[in-house]
């Protein structure tokens, strides 16, 4: 009977690693750490604002289809839905795209894929620096939906 539990145990402990491994937990990142935010802000001049545009206000009209029938770019701060998704959704989406499980099988978007130009220092960066935008009751609030997920 003891090794039944060993096994359980290093299962269980297998898993738990496994789940760390694949998922970032919880945030990490922080919209009232100054350094993290300052590295986000030159990240997103670079990779985000071309789309995004410079206020985070997302492109004109961002909730109707372009005639690509693919949608304009959202908006970051609070006039958008991005503080909506907790923060591995939307660590996932920078890393990967629009691409399940983060957007319908088949699914077209511009939004590139950054994993590859982007560590995941970078990725919390930016995030922080989206996030410095929002109201102490917004952050608040995406704060509790990132601990939920």
Same mark, same amino acid.
């Given at each position: 009977?003891?090794?039944?539990?060993?096994?359980?145990?290093?299962?269980?402990?297998?898993?738990?690693?496994?789940?760390?491994?694949?998922?970032?937990?919880? %945030?990490?990142?922080?919209?009232?750490?100054?350094? @993290? *935010?300052?590295? /986000?802000?030159?990240?997103? !001049?670079?990779?985000?604002?071309?789309?995004?545009?410079?206020?985070?206000?997302?492109?004109?009209?961002?909730?109707?289809?372009?005639?690509?029938?693919?949608?304009?770019?959202?908006?970051?701060?609070? %006039?958008?839905?991005?503080?909506?998704?907790?923060? @591995? *959704?939307?660590? /996932?989406?920078?890393?990967? !795209?629009?691409?399940?499980?983060?957007?319908?099988?088949?699914?077209?978007?511009?939004?590139?894929?950054?994993?590859?130009?982007?560590?995941?220092?970078?990725?919390?960066?930016?995030?922080?620096?989206?996030?410095?935008?929002?109201?102490?009751?917004?952050?608040?609030?995406?704060?509790?939906?990132?601990?939920?997920?």
């Amino acid at each position: 009977m003891p090794w039944l539990l060993a096994a359980l145990l290093v299962l269980a402990l297998g898993g738990a690693l496994l789940v760390q491994w694949l998922a970032p937990a919880g %945030s990490k990142a922080n919209p009232q750490d100054a350094a @993290q *935010v300052t590295a /986000g802000k030159q990240l997103y !001049g670079q990779y985000c604002v071309a789309c995004h545009l410079e206020r985070l206000q997302g492109q004109p009209n961002w909730e109707k289809r372009l005639p690509s029938g693919r949608m304009p770019a959202p908006p970051h701060d609070e %006039s958008g839905h991005t503080w909506h998704h907790p923060d @591995q *959704v939307l660590f /996932g989406i920078i890393r990967s !795209g629009l691409v399940p499980p983060y957007a319908p099988a088949g699914y077209e978007s511009d939004m590139p894929a950054f994993g590859g130009q982007l560590s995941d220092a970078q990725v919390w960066s930016l995030l922080a620096f989206i996030k410095s935008h929002w109201s102490p009751k917004i952050q608040a609030w995406q704060q509790d939906k990132t601990r939920q997920y």
